[in-house]
């Protein structure tokens, strides 16, 4: 029996989440469990459902998508990946709603099967998605990189070589050929520096390599 992905849908435009729903919908491994009109109706709805992932509008009129993920994650625990919805690949609330702690973002002209495959990788949270983009926002919104990088947090040689890895975008078992290791080791070395580093999920990580210039933007 398949293990179904399941998926709360955000958006205050009702045809938005009847064609998600759709989509979702049509794949035998992943369902819609439940839908939400606005960001102040998400934590209600998660906590009824209790979804693997959240696909959420970033851009709201009560509570923004930005302001619902925050909610999301200091009142569920453990709290679904948030995967954020937005018209523009540039607009300032999407760099903002991943630092606030999202999984990763879609465009809203993304065709269907890219819209499956993200929520599978966010689900699956053993690879970055779309990481060129993430880079390109953090270009965009980086004003000036920290001198220290990530001293403070003291990551083994072998935990900095697989954060720069996770940065380019590489999963954990191609991470494992590359650094010629088992893939548990791998797993077991992103455990620790995200621990240390206090970052939810490889997104945020990565995020954090890029504000302190532990990973060079340019």
């Known amino acids: 029996m398949t293990v179904k992905i399941s998926v709360v849908v955000v958006d205050d435009e009702p045809l938005i989440r009847s064609g998600l729903r759709a989509i979702i919908d049509a794949e035998p491994d992943l369902t819609v469990v439940g839908e939400a009109g606005d960001g102040a109706e998400v934590l209600a709805v998660v906590r009824r459902t209790q979804p693997d992932v959240v696909l959420m509008d970033v ?5 923004d998508g930005i302001q619902a993920t925050r909610l999301l994650l200091d009142g569920i ?30 465009l809203k002209r993304t065709p269907p099967d890219d819209i499956i495959a993200a929520i599978r990788t966010v ?8 990481p060129e983009a993430i880079r390109a926002l953090a ?44 893939v548990q080791t791998i797993k077991t070395h992103v455990a620790n520096l995200l621990a240390k580093l206090g970052a939810r999920d490889r ?16």
């Open 59 to 63: 851009r709201m009129p009560a509570v």
């Open 123 to 130: 689900a699956g949270s053993e690879s970055l998605l779309f």
């Open 139 to 182: 270009l965009a919104h980086v004003t000036e990189q920290q001198s220290h990088g990530l001293d403070e947090y003291q990551l083994t040689e072998r935990e900095q070589e697989v954060l720069r890895l996770m940065a380019r975008g590489l999963s954990n078992a191609e991470i494992a050929s590359e650094l010629i290791l088992g």
């Open 77 to 106: 625990d453990p709290a679904p990946r948030v995967l954020v919805v937005t018209t523009f690949e540039n607009d300032d609330y999407v760099y903002d709603a991943l630092r606030a702690g999202a999984s990763g973002f879609l």
């Open 203 to 218: 997104t945020q990580a990565v995020i954090q390599a890029y504000e302190s210039g532990f990973v060079p933007l340019r």
